[in-house]
């Protein structure tokens, strides 16, 4: 598609036709992808990332929803880290969401059946773009851990902050907030739960809902140290 989008710089589209599209707007340029056919934006970006004075890893903040990554994630952003931009807020979160909106369409668009390698390609070179940031980093977006293999092979060495919740109070809060079946509900629960629990390293960082309520400070301080040792 050749409409007007979003580019992310460093002259990487020049000379290349197609577009990884989000929300019908080109939004990553890419080359065709056609088949075999290689993607010339990734090893592009890894290139720039190279030359770049320094690499910083992100924090990722992961979980089911509906288990305090927004309240993490804000903390995050009073300590310096920059989880994005675009933040939005509604009558669920009325702080805001903290969620980037370029990564939070890019992920929406896979979640909709749009194309797994325009997905995979455009994820990992707003990655590599912002690995050459002067501070700390990262996103949250619960549809993250729809697809965690694929993030945990682009991101090996990211920071994962799991955010937590009972069982029940995650699926109440889920149907009140977003009216979907019990059904449908469960089964995002349930397939967010299995990939967090397979795939997530060793070193990741857990923070409880109950956590945040009753000793908010504490995780404050938890993940204060965490922004510094990143």
């Not at 979003?6 to 197609?18: C, D, E, M, T």
Request: proline share 4%; glycine share 12%.
């Amino acid at each position: 598609m050749q409409g007007q989008g979003r580019h992310l710089g460093y002259g990487v589209s020049a000379g290349y036709h197609g577009a990884i599209c989000i929300n019908g707007t080109r939004a990553v340029p890419a080359a065709p992808f056609m088949a075999g056919a290689m993607c010339s934006v990734v090893a592009a970006a890894a290139d720039y990332v190279r030359r770049s004075a320094g690499v910083t890893e992100p924090i990722i903040v992961v979980g089911t929803g509906r288990c305090g990554m927004s309240t993490v994630a804000g903390m995050l952003v009073e300590l310096g880290v920059h989880m994005g931009a675009g933040f939005t807020s509604d009558e669920s979160n009325p702080q805001g969401s903290f969620e980037d909106a370029l990564i939070r369409d890019v992920n929406r668009e896979r979640s909709e059946g749009g194309s797994v390698v325009c997905w995979r390609n455009a994820l990992q070179y707003i990655v590599d773009e912002r690995r050459g940031s002067d501070g700390p980093w990262g996103w949250k977006d619960p549809r993250t851990a729809d697809f965690m293999s694929d993030v945990l092979s682009m991101c090996p060495d990211a920071t994962y902050i799991r955010c937590t919740r009972d069982y029940d109070g995650t699926l109440r809060s889920f149907y009140r907030w977003h009216r979907r079946s019990v059904e449908q509900v469960v089964a995002m629960i349930d397939g967010r739960t299995h990939n967090l629990d397979r795939y997530l390293p060793p070193s990741t960082i857990t923070v409880s809902i109950a956590e945040l309520r009753i000793d908010c400070d504490g995780v404050r301080e938890r993940l204060r140290k965490v922004v510094e040792g990143a």
